[in-house]
């Protein structure tokens, strides 16, 4: 099993940045990991995901050339740098692990989930 732990969220004006740690422990060898949002009202949405050595990243649309997701095994820690922000960006923003390839966009393929860390993006 993997625990997950995110931090970093706050309040920023648009334009600014922000960025979001997720903090693993247990079997976390081996895992990919995906960021998600969650917006009030709203399904939780696919933001960027990637794979155990950092070789494989992948992008909602609207965050590409704004997110990067990074990771440092080292420290069991996925990073996800947020550049540009606009007030759309504003929502709780999740970290979640998954052991095989595949769906890695899709929320239902994910089996540990962090408790996520509030991003307010104003305007």
């Known amino acids: 099993q993997v625990q997950l732990v995110e931090s970093g969220g706050g309040l920023v004006q648009a334009g600014g940045s922000l960025r979001l740690s997720c903090a693993a422990s247990g079997r976390t060898f081996n895992t990919y990991v995906g960021w998600f949002r969650q917006a009030p009202g709203k399904e939780r949405e696919f933001v960027a995901t990637i794979n155990w050595n950092g070789g494989l990243t992948d992008y909602v649309d609207s965050v590409k050339g704004r997110f990067t997701i990074s990771r440092v095994n080292a420290k069991n820690t996925v990073y996800l740098q947020m550049n540009s922000l606009k007030p759309e960006d504003t929502a709780v923003y999740y970290c979640?692990?998954?052991?095989?390839?595949?769906?890695?966009?899709?929320?239902?393929?994910?089996?540990?989930w962090g408790q996520g860390t509030q991003v307010t993006v104003s305007s």
């Open positions: 979640a692990a998954k052991y095989y390839a595949g769906g890695t966009n899709r929320r239902l393929s994910y089996d540990y």
